[in-house]
């Protein structure tokens, strides 16, 4: 194993990061030459895990966009204990999630798009075949998470029969098409809106190949607090016209069951979190009348909204 992190020497100062809800250890990292880095520090039982997420990120990489690009990745120790190690360029500029409430809502939709069609670009590149899981392996685990959601008496909601029957009863629809490489956490939270005024993306940490309708639901649970316009946006920026039924089918499926299992997810948080997601959980419930309907209907009422006409 290395001792060191072979850049450690062209360091200044490491600031930790506190924020977030990943496990991994964050720091920011200035260099000699006043340039930022990202540095994410994870324990080295998680480096089969982390190699994978490592290969990903590389293939992110080769895309144009602006984005947390890889400068070197290794085994460590760490304040004396082996761990993994992932040094990534840092994107300046500020959290979209802070700058959208500035925007006009023209501007919020216009960011969306761009966010929608750099997602476009992520799903489209090609996969090797040894970092997909099998169908059967994505729908159990998704299985599974909801009988620890049912196994939790005191997270439960009245009625919530209705929702995992329709879980059950639709999760054949998971992974039936072509996987894609997703980002996994893709949201406002995980986009920077730069000095110039473009979209960098950075956080691949959850990164993974799944359905590309998984990296939609997060906009039902943490960008339309922040946007609905934004939330459109990547939407019409993804499919340039009407998304097809199949794709509101299936992220539907997503919705349902992380509207169920989130509030679990959260709760070695705290209960703040634990009530934020349980809020979020109820909005969920109603923007899909209880998935009596396919598609949110923040998103069907956008059809009457100045904002999105671009013409």
């Known amino acids: 194993m290395n001792s060191a992190i072979p850049e450690r020497e062209t360091w200044s100062n490491i600031i930790p990061i506190l924020y977030g809800w ?60 082996p761990s993994v190690y992932m040094l990534l360029s840092w994107v300046e500029g500020e959290s979209l999630e802070d700058a959208l409430p500035r925007l006009t809502p023209r501007q919020q939709y216009q960011a969306g798009r761009h966010a929608g069609s750099i997602l476009k670009d992520f799903h489209s590149l090609p996969l090797k075949t040894e970092f997909t899981p ?20 005191h997270l439960r909601i009245a009625g919530d029969e209705k929702i995992i029957q329709f879980i059950t009863g639709h999760i054949k629809l998971m992974r039936q098409d072509k996987p894609a490489l997703c980002h996994g956490d893709y949201h406002p939270g ?8 473009s979209i960098g993306v950075i956080d691949f940490n959850r990164c993974r190949v799944s359905d590309s309708a998984e990296d939609f639901y997060k906009l039902q649970f943490f960008g339309k607090e922040c946007s609905i316009p934004y939330c ?73 909204a100045a904002w999105r006409d671009l013409t």
């Open 232 to 304: 459109v946006g990547q939407i019409d920026g993804y499919f340039d016209s009407e998304p097809p039924k199949e794709f509101w089918e299936l992220l539907a499926v997503y919705c349902a069951w992380s509207s169920l299992y989130s509030v679990k997810w959260a709760e070695p948080f705290g209960m703040f979190d634990v009530s934020n997601m349980a809020r979020r959980r109820k909005e969920c419930l109603e923007d899909y009348e209880w998935f009596h309907r396919i598609s949110p209907k923040w998103f069907e009422e956008s059809r009457k």
């Open 190 to 197: 995980n986009l920077i809106l730069t000095p110039e005024g």
């Open 22 to 81: 990943s496990k991994d250890r964050k720091y920011q990292i200035i260099l000699q030459n006043g340039q930022k880095c990202l540095l994410r520090i994870s324990p080295i039982d998680q480096m089969e895990r982390k190699q994978k997420e490592f290969a990903v990120v590389q293939r992110f990489n080769r895309l144009p966009h602006i984005m947390s690009r890889v400068i070197s990745f290794g085994s460590t120790l760490w304040e004396g204990e």
């Open 134 to 153: 099998s169908p059967e392996k994505k729908r159990q685990s998704i299985l599974d998470k909801l009988e620890e959601y049912k196994a939790s008496a």
